[in-house]
């Protein structure tokens, strides 16, 4: 009984998504954020403490928003997946919500510990602001028209803007008006900015899948998802624009924008071709041929590969900076 209960805390968390976001932060910081920082004159990274804090911080945090996301969720996941329910089966109420806010205030006091020692005042207001997201987001939002969707797509897109927080906040804390004279900051916005465009557009799209696979316990409960309000086949030529628009900015960036060699000969550009787009477009089709939950259950699991491969296209572009 005690390893179920054991089992169940890390599935209430979603420790497989946690993990994910932890190697992603590492691969935005070491490997994007400093070789960027390698070929200019400001050559010092964030101390390997502080990524590190900076790491935990952001994990716990997103803890804390699974947790009180599946609090708010349980009657909608009493119809969606019955089979899956946590809360209240073997957690109670009251322990998911003691853990949600342990989970929150540890994390976001980390995080305001990396803000200060960076002297990164847009960090310690992501901090502070992002915790009350994901509570109005779990509570209210998710189930208000549109809004919930882009409300995770955007905090989905600050974990790679956070790391460009934090290094450029340490640098002009360092070097200060030294670092007005220099692209370094503008550059890491640039690259690490990609990288959290990429994930908000891919978020998006997986969000509007999830809808369209929840959409009876949705209805039930009265939500006001766009596969609610205006049918699957709308909410599909939606998602088909989004990706539409992702693919052309992936194709602009990964054959004509990178400022390194690249083409459809390169190891750059066979990624973008394999390991992106040909996953993206199996995932439009099939949420296109999709009949049933489960259907849209394997599109968006081959979304959530997409964005995983995104991310680690990191290990890629280091090669030639």
Not at 80 to 91: A, F, R, S, Y
Not at 134 to 161: C, D, E, H, T
Not at 226 to 236: E, I, N, S
Not at 302 to 315: A, C, Q
Request: proline share 3%; glycine share 6%.
């Amino acid at each position: 009984m005690e390893r179920r209960i054991i089992k169940d805390y890390f599935r209430l968390v979603r420790w497989m998504n946690l993990l994910m976001l932890a190697i992603l932060m590492w691969v935005m910081n070491y490997w994007v954020a400093v070789p960027v920082l390698q070929t200019s004159l400001f050559g010092e990274a964030l101390s390997w403490w502080l990524v590190l804090l900076l790491v935990v911080a952001t994990v716990l945090i997103a803890a804390g928003g699974y947790v009180i996301n599946n609090y708010f969720d349980v009657k909608i996941d009493r119809i969606n997946k019955p089979d899956e329910l946590i809360i209240t089966n073997t957690i109670t109420k009251n322990q998911a919500m003691r853990l949600h806010q342990v989970l929150t205030i540890i994390g976001a006091a980390a995080g305001l510990v990396v803000a200060w020692f960076c002297r990164s005042w847009s960090l310690m207001l992501v901090m502070i602001l992002v915790p009350g997201l994901l509570w109005f987001y779990s509570s209210s939002y998710k189930r208000q028209f549109i809004i919930g969707n882009l409300m995770v797509a955007f905090l989905s897109a600050l974990p790679p803007l956070t790391i460009a927080m934090a290094n450029v906040g340490r640098l002009h804390h360092r070097f200060g008006d030294l670092m007005d004279y220099s692209p370094v900051g503008q550059q890491l916005y640039l690259w690490l900015g990609g990288f959290a465009l990429f994930a908000f557009l891919t978020t998006l799209m997986r969000e509007m899948i999830k809808d369209m696979q929840d959409q009876q316990g949705d209805r039930e409960l009265e939500c006001h998802t766009l596969p609610v309000r205006y049918g699957d086949w709308a909410t599909k030529w939606v998602i088909t624009v989004i990706a539409v628009l992702t693919i052309a900015l992936l194709v602009w960036i990964g054959f004509f924008a990178l400022p390194y060699p690249h083409g459809w000969s390169t190891l750059s550009g066979r990624y973008v071709v394999f390991g992106i787009l040909t996953p993206l477009l199996c995932s439009v089709w099939l949420m296109w041929a999709a009949k049933i939950p489960s259907d849209y259950k394997m599109a968006q699991s081959v979304m959530k590969f997409v964005m995983l491969m995104g991310m680690l296209y990191g290990f890629v572009i280091v090669r030639a900076l």
